[in-house]
């Protein structure tokens, strides 16, 4: 499991973001809880969770999608305004869990509009075409270039965004977010439904990213991904954070391994409720063909049929 | 075929059928121009006189040109030397589409003809010999499909290149003006046939797309050349009544192109956009000095535009700033309510139930022509030795208006503001995740939108002379009103330049031309509009980006292949 993480953890190092007591309640529904996090620069952050544990939200509550119902979210010292693209030009950039990109518009359209906020170019620059925003178009046109050349897609650049295969479009998205040259990237399950090698290679990727002196922040569902890639990890379940350190410490810790695979009951002994489920698989044969794949460091259904045990007490 | 069928290959026997259908079909099309020649009725009753041997006339030109069309089609097919270029991407759809149309506009006139005098009777010979011989060329039909992949076009100097485009311009000219001139409903509905089908059969044979590439290599000449030839039509005219329609068309087209601003590029649905050309044409008439106006001042032409244009982009402010904050439909319905308020409200100013500012229903009259420095748009003036009536002097000024509308259109469209205009159509939570200002970003389309409709607005009263409120209502049977506007940027083609003048000129040319049609015009424009989302979602002319949006299945992943059916210079404020 353990291997290579160029760690580079400096506890002294500046956090470039600092959520603290951050709540999100929906009506009754507690959805965030109290949370405190911090990402110092240069450290990639990983955050998860069983599924419904609250991570997206957290993760709209630090980009102004929503806006918190308590506690505060600061980046470097000052408090993130409660607008998107405020949390944007300030400068933290994001990628979607479901990826959103603008589908019809080119590869390079998409890079293009991640560099709204460092430009300035208005309608009348564009009505008047001077060569201020010649010289500004030309510019952002060479970042995007090299963003796409950065992530490998330079010569897609005129390909449409919905004609791409799942995994470029993925790492689009990153370079759409890293066009607004953000100090912290925040990435929702960059590597869902990718197979092992295209993990590897956004691995790969958010790394060069770090090294470029961004800080990271990621969910993902993916253990073996998450405790290779990150210095500190943070485990949401029910909305509260349960523990955070080390990946040795979270990995070790018993109430995270209880949170994805379930606490089994204080008086039936585990052969028995193995036989149980056992006998209802073989019942069901016909349903599912995933059923073998219960791997703890498997893709991301197999995690999902994994933690349903605990899901569904918790919802 | 006088061989023995079993000695031959299957391909050598498939071949010669091919041939002998296209000789058939070349055949067909002389037979049709040669019927052309001949009485197709004696009296001259119906319009543009049949009567006469030797000599075609009205309908019967049409399709002189139309039986012509399929003849060189057909002899370009059959490989003969020098019409290769007429059929780069196959032959077989095109021929089947231009004999589709030498068969619709000779049996229409037959049929026009019976129908109009009464009965079959009033055909002569010649009519039903046009209508065999039309019949011919669908043989077209049986032929197998030759589509294949054009090949490198030759390489021609530059300067030829020009010229094709230049020429093409030239025809383009033509080829409208005909249509604006056509003096009786049938012929235009002849016209309409007889073009339609020629541009499909141009489209599928490929000359289409190897012009666009040209345009596209030549844009400046391109852009010259289009509005040279706009330039040219009032000097084609003898009379102001085709002028006036086309003056017209203008004003529609360039408030369509400012519409597309709001609905092609920021998709936000405008459905009472019409308000602001009502605005501007207030604004303006309240100011020119009318006598029936409120107001006792006359400003200077350039002063009662800044006014209009200025008053419009206040409304459009008002109207958008609480609105464009919520999502979708409540746009939609907000901007179909002010459309209404603003036309109710011109109608109630009137003294009586509320302040006399606008005379009500009366509207303000007596609005007088522009004068620039003497020079009275009234008058008929002699330019370059041609008179130019009173009517042209307005049809070249709306057309400044127009170019300005144009440039604004691409210019905004290719930049950061419009990348941020498709980008928040395309999704709004990831746009402004990437730091645009949504609300901003969609005020200034909807504040500029007004503007330029505003603008037309302006010249459009010094036009009619007159403003009424019911001139800029939702729906009704002259455009512009909201629902045409709409219907015109949808029926074009969303996000495209080229595609709102399309539809424009055909939804204001069609109700004009063809009165009869009168009371079932909406009802058509409301079939028309069915079919065309059912079969061409991305309207006439198709931007690359609308194209993908609409057709899942089969999407074209080479970014630089050009597309079938995409018009001239569509790619102008595509991209």
């Not at chain 2, 006139?109 to 129908?115: D, E, G, K, N, R």
């Not at chain 2, 235009?188 to 007889?194: A, C, E, K, P, S």
């Not at chain 2, 032409?301 to 982009?313: I, R, Y």
């Not at chain 2, 007088?368 to 009173?390: A, C, K, Q, R, W």
Request: with cysteine; charged share 15%.
């Amino acid at each position: 499991m353990k291997v290579m993480t160029t760690t580079t953890t400096d506890k002294s190092a500046v956090p470039v973001l600092e959520a603290s007591g951050v709540t999100m309640r929906f009506g009754g529904l507690v959805a965030v809880h109290n949370v405190d996090l911090t990402v110092r620069a240069g450290e990639i952050v990983g955050l998860i969770g069983p599924n419904g544990a609250g991570k997206t939200t957290f993760f709209n509550c630090l980009t102004g999608l929503y806006v918190p119902t308590e506690g505060k979210v600061t980046y470097q010292g000052n408090v993130l305004p409660p607008k998107p693209h405020l949390v944007t030009t300030a400068g933290v950039a994001r990628t979607f869990q479901n990826i959103r990109l603008f589908a019809n518009m080119t590869v390079l359209e998409n890079v293009l509009v991640g560099r709204h906020t460092r430009t300035k170019e208005g309608l009348w620059s564009a009505l008047l075409r001077g060569p201020g925003f010649k010289k500004a178009e030309a510019a952002s046109h060479e970042r995007a270039m090299e963003l796409l050349e950065f992530i490998g897609l330079a010569e897609k650049a005129d390909h449409v965004a919905r004609n791409l295969p799942y995994g470029e479009q993925r790492k689009l998205e990153i370079a759409r977010a890293l066009a607004s040259d953000p100090g912290l990237l925040l990435l929702d399950e960059p590597t869902a439904g990718m197979n092992p090698q295209e993990t590897r290679a956004a691995e790969e990727l958010i790394f060069a990213i770090r090294d470029q002196g961004i800080a990271i922040l990621v969910i993902e569902h993916d253990m073996r991904f998450i405790f290779n890639l990150c210095d500190r990890v943070a485990c949401l379940v029910q909305g509260e954070k349960l523990v955070e350190g080390t990946p040795e410490v979270v990995q070790g810790d018993e109430r995270v391994v209880a949170a994805y695979l379930g606490t089994p009951f204080e008086g039936a002994p585990g052969a028995e409720e193995a036989a149980e489920v056992e006998a209802a698989e073989a019942a069901s044969s016909g349903a599912g063909s995933g059923s073998g794949s219960l791997k703890k460091s498997g893709s991301g259904s197999a995690k999902e049929s994994g933690t349903t045990g605990t899901e569904g007490e918790a919802q | 075929m006088t061989t023995n069928p079993t000695e031959q290959t299957p391909d050598t026997a498939e071949a010669a059928r091919t041939t002998a259908l296209r000789w058939a079909t070349a055949a067909g099309g002389l037979a049709t121009v040669a019927s052309t020649f001949l009485a197709w009725t004696f009296t001259s009753e119906f319009p543009g006189d049949l009567t006469v041997y030797g000599y075609p006339g009205g309908l019967q030109v049409l399709t002189l040109v139309a039986g012509l069309f399929v003849t060189l089609l057909a002899l370009a097919s059959l490989g003969v030397k020098g019409l290769g270029w007429l059929v780069p991407t196959g032959s077989a759809k095109a021929l089947r589409m231009a004999a589709l149309g030498a068969f619709g506009t000779t049996w229409f006139t037959v049929l026009a003809i019976a129908v109009k005098l009464g009965g079959l009777v009033n055909l002569e010979p010649g009519g039903f010999v046009a209508a065999l011989a039309s019949a011919i060329p669908l043989v077209a039909f049986l032929l197998p499909d030759d589509t294949r992949k054009a090949g490198r076009p030759r390489e021609l100097p530059s300067w030829a290149e020009i010229l094709v485009i230049v020429a093409v311009f030239g025809a383009g000219l033509y080829v409208v003006t005909y249509g604006i001139d056509t003096e009786y409903a049938e012929l235009f509905t002849g016209y309409l046939i007889t073009v339609g089908f020629a541009m499909a059969a141009l489209i599928k044979s490929g000359v289409i797309a190897r012009l666009s590439a040209l345009t596209a290599t030549y844009r400046q000449v391109t852009v010259i050349a289009a509005f040279v030839a706009a330039a040219a039509f009032p000097f084609t005219q003898n009379t102001d009544v085709y002028t006036l329609i086309a003056v017209n068309i203008l004003i529609f087209a360039t408030v369509a192109l400012g519409l597309n601003i709001v609905v092609g590029l920021a998709g936000l649905l405008d459905l009472g956009y019409v308000a602001f050309l009502g605005v501007g044409a207030y604004t303006a008439a309240l100011v020119s000095g009318s006598t029936a106006s409120a107001f006792d001042v006359q400003f200077p032409f350039w002063a009662s535009v800044l006014t209009g244009a200025a008053a419009s982009l206040v409304f459009g402010v008002i109207i958008g700033a609480p609105t464009l904050r919520l999502r979708g439909d409540y746009l939609a319905i907000v901007t179909l309510g002010f459309g209404e308020i603003f036309r109710i409200a011109m109608g109630n100013l009137d003294g009586v139930s509320g302040p006399q500012i606008t005379n009500g229903p009366n509207g303000i009259p007596n609005i007088p022509d522009l004068e620039f420095f003497g020079y009275n748009f009234g008058e008929p003036h002699t330019v370059l030795g041609i008179e130019l009536g009173s009517y042209a002097n307005y049809y070249l000024l709306m057309l400044l208006v127009m170019i300005l509308v144009v440039v604004v259109f691409s210019r905004a469209g290719s930049s950061r503001i419009g990348r941020a205009w498709v980008a928040i159509r395309e999704d709004e939570t990831a746009a402004t995740a990437m730091g645009i200002n949504g609300f901003r970003v969609k005020l200034i389309a909807f504040a500029l939108g007004a503007t330029l409709a505003g603008l037309a607005g302006t010249v459009q009263a010094h036009v009619q002379h007159t403003v009424v409120p019911e001139m800029y209502q939702f729906a009704g049977p002259v455009p512009p009103n909201s629902a045409f506007l709409l219907a015109a940027v949808i029926l074009g083609g969303m996000g495209t330049v080229t595609g709102p003048l399309l539809g424009a000129t055909l939804l204001f040319m069609i109700p004009a031309k063809l009165q009869f049609l009168q009371d079932y015009q909406l009802l058509g424009f409301g079939i028309a509009l069915i079919v065309l989302m059912r079969f061409r979602p991305e309207g006439l002319i198709a931007n690359r980006r609308a194209q993908l949006e609409y057709h899942e299945t089969d999407q074209p992943d080479a970014p630089d292949k050009g597309l079938p059916g995409s018009g001239v210079g569509i790619t102008k404020a595509g991209a």
